[in-house]
């Protein structure tokens, strides 16, 4: 075997990474030894130690991301096998992959799962994956070989998203790479929910599997007590499919789905019907910003979950400022003492700046937003204890009341 390129890093930018920090951030290098786009490389400490080895991208904030922390493991089919049995076993372990309630979730969350640069959603029997590096793009052979050899799937499809093979310099592909050809939609279940997505549909892999476990903790708020108790009426805002909207109305909820994206209303409202839910949900095309304006406090439970404000650290500040202001909104349109679920999928906003912009808009709203819990993204999206920038996802579920 040929001798690995090299990735020396600076003084003072060791200790992370020998924490358990998978990325080697461009300001840290000192200089590389002969690597080239895609390589697998290793990374030396100052003093020529050696820190683990990964894959180069040249150009990137990120030129390396560790797989490994010794010398000896080859990095081939055999080892993404391995990592993959790990990832199927620790999915086990929380009873993801042992029955029928729940067989759509996260199978491999790239550093959360030691294998950066691959996502991996399972929808039943069909795997979606997604190449975010330019040497995990190179080895995508031995990924798909050892996914069919872990899995058995149906299918696999490539869901890479365009704007990151155009950063890591590839070209993504696109539907079926392996197994049936003639597959058009996802087909799952979460929680005894039965989903039918189509390919064309643009978010993610198809579904916002991290949110699994607060949909399941805003369908017990939303579920109406007392004999004569009327059913609460329940807004998700920036609602995709509807996933939360689901989760309310079965719990006995009026829903109403507001998303910009005609599509998304479509496979929503379809999968509202095939569940026996129709009758309780309405979508509706729109700017959710202007249905928690025009609600004048009409909800019992508000759920708002945007897209993405922060992509980068660069964002954060104008970002804080627009998650303020749907807190506000938000707010409004929840009733006095009703519920407000305010999400944040920015890895740059932490809870602490969440927290914050959700006391400037309640304050702007003239009410008091008080705390009864927190969510993160579910457990089949693992965080390494030494990678805070993981965890991405949070979620405050406030009681909206007067001053």
Known sequence: MKALATVRLKPGHVQPIWAGHPWVYAQAI????????????????????????????????IPVRLLVRDEKTPIDTSFFRARLERAVAARAMLGLGT????????????????????????????????????GMKEREAMVLEALGQVMSPRAIVDRTPSTSAKAEHFVPATGVVRGAADLHRFEFSERGLHWSIPFEIGQ?????????????RVEALARSTGVDAKPKRVLDAYSYVGAFGLAAARAGAEVTCVDES??????????????????????????ARRAMQDAHGAYDLTIVDPPRLAPTRSAREQALVMYSKLAEIGCRATKPGGL????????????????????????????????????????????????????????????IEPR
Request: aromatic residues 8%; hydrophobic residues 45%; proline residues 2%.
């Open 204 to 216: 993610k892999t198809g579904y916002y599997f991290d949110q699994r476990e607060l949909r399941g």
């Open 99 to 134: 029955g029928d309630e729940t067989t759509g979730y996260r199978l491999v969350h790239a550093e959360g799962d030691l294998l950066p640069g691959l996502i991996v959603d399972r929808f039943g029997d069909v795997l979606a994956v997604q190449f975010l590096t330019f």
């Open 30 to 61: 000192e200089r590389t030894d002969g690597a080239t786009r895609g390589d697998e490389v290793k990374v030396l400490d100052p003093r020529g130690n050696f820190l683990g080895r990964g894959f180069y991208s040249a150009g990137s904030a």
């Open 262 to 287: 005609a599509l998304a209303m479509e496979v929503g409202a379809e999968n509202a019907r095939a569940n026996g839910l129709a009758d309780r949900m309405r979508f509706e095309r729109g700017d």
């Open 340 to 399: 407000l679920v305010l999400c944040s999928c920015s890895a740059a906003v932490d809870l602490s700046a969440l927290t914050r912009a959700l006391a400037t808009g309640a304050v702007r709203a003239n009410v008091s937003a008080l705390v009864v819990d927190r969510a993160f993204q579910g457990g089949d999206h693992p965080v390494p204890a030494a990678f805070g920038e993981g965890l991405y996802l949070k979620a405050l579920v406030a009681r």
